[in-house]
């Protein structure tokens, strides 16, 4: 027996949302979860509470949702005109565009009501996250820097997860740890600017990609050094053990991979450099993980 009309008009709407916030494409979620975990595993000094840590994994779940869904609402009329993006939900016009906002709206909702269950401290800084996130796909539009908008929306889970374990301000570690992931992420998502150069070009949009010319893979390497210096001076304050510093040298060695394959600026490449990123992040945890582990 086939399921009722209704039944799979409902299941086709659904599998349309999960197109239209990316959860087919998780990338995105490893990339915003690797300076939250970092961040709940240092100033924990090992396994948070499974509370904490559950609750921010749906957070970021929801949050980077969100930012797809807004995001693909800003870029409808630009994603037809990119062979990457042209088959997302809106571009293929598979659903209204007021649907998006709906969509955006819920998952907000359902952040906030994680965030309700956190340290006023962090519950206030839910509202900043939430700003950033909401008006970096029209930050294109507005300055050469979106990635730097980007950046700070990010790192902004840092100072949230310290400030949910500890109820007050980061210290001197925790914001060594928040420029660590600003530079972090303005490197790897001016890799994927550099995928769409040319359509951003034609369509009249700015990233640092543009803005860097000729200079991009000398700044992305620049900021992906400054990013592991950073995390290297986190594990000076915090007298992290030698382990952890084997995390940053896997780290650093899946960089100068990247260095090298995006040398002839190929679009193919520097989207294969950007992905690869989740491995950095990864390495980066590793390290921390077993830094804070009593094996």
């Known amino acids: 027996m086939s399921p009722p009309r209704s039944f799979s008009a409902l299941q086709t709407r659904l599998e349309i949302y999960a197109r239209l916030v990316r959860l087919d494409r998780p990338v995105g979620i490893w990339l915003l979860l690797w300076p939250t975990l970092w961040s709940l595993w240092l100033v924990s000094g090992g396994l948070p509470a499974t509370r904490l840590l559950l609750i921010f994994i749906a957070g970021v779940i929801l949050m980077r949702s969100a930012g797809c869904a807004i995001n693909d609402y800003a870029d409808r009329d ?12 809106l571009a293929q016009r598979e659903i ?3 649907e998006a906002l709906w969509v955006t709206a819920a998952l907000l909702v359902g952040a906030l009501g994680l965030a309700l269950m956190l340290p006023p401290l962090t519950l206030a800084l839910a509202v900043p996250a939430a700003l950033l996130a909401a008006t970096y796909p029209f930050a294109k539009r507005w300055h050469h820097l979106p990635q730097l908008h980007l950046g ?4 902004w889970a840092v100072p949230m997860a310290i400030s949910a374990y500890t109820g007050g301000w980061p210290e001197a570690w925790g914001w060594l740890a928040f420029i660590a ?18 359509e951003d070009l034609a369509a009249g949009n700015r990233s640092t990609a543009i803005l860097f010319g000729s200079a991009d893979i000398f700044m992305v390497g620049l900021l992906q050094g400054l990013s592991l210096l950073a995390l290297l001076l986190v594990g000076i304050r915090l007298s ?8 940053l040298a896997a780290a650093l060695a899946l960089i100068a991979n990247q260095m090298w394959r995006i040398r002839g600026r190929n679009p193919e490449a520097c989207f294969w450099a950007f992905n690869n990123n989740v491995w950095v992040g990864a390495a980066v945890w590793a390290g921390i993980v077993l830094a804070t582990t009593d094996l």
Request: no cysteine.
């Open 78 to 89: 630009l994603d037809r005109q990119v062979d990457r993006t042209r088959n997302r939900p």
């Open 96 to 98: 209204p565009p007021r």
């Open 152 to 155: 700070l929306s990010f790192a």
């Open 181 to 198: 992931t600003v530079l972090w992420v303005v490197a790897y998502d001016t890799l994927y600017a550099m995928a769409d150069r040319e």
């Open 240 to 247: 992290l053990p030698f382990v952890y510093y084997g995390g």
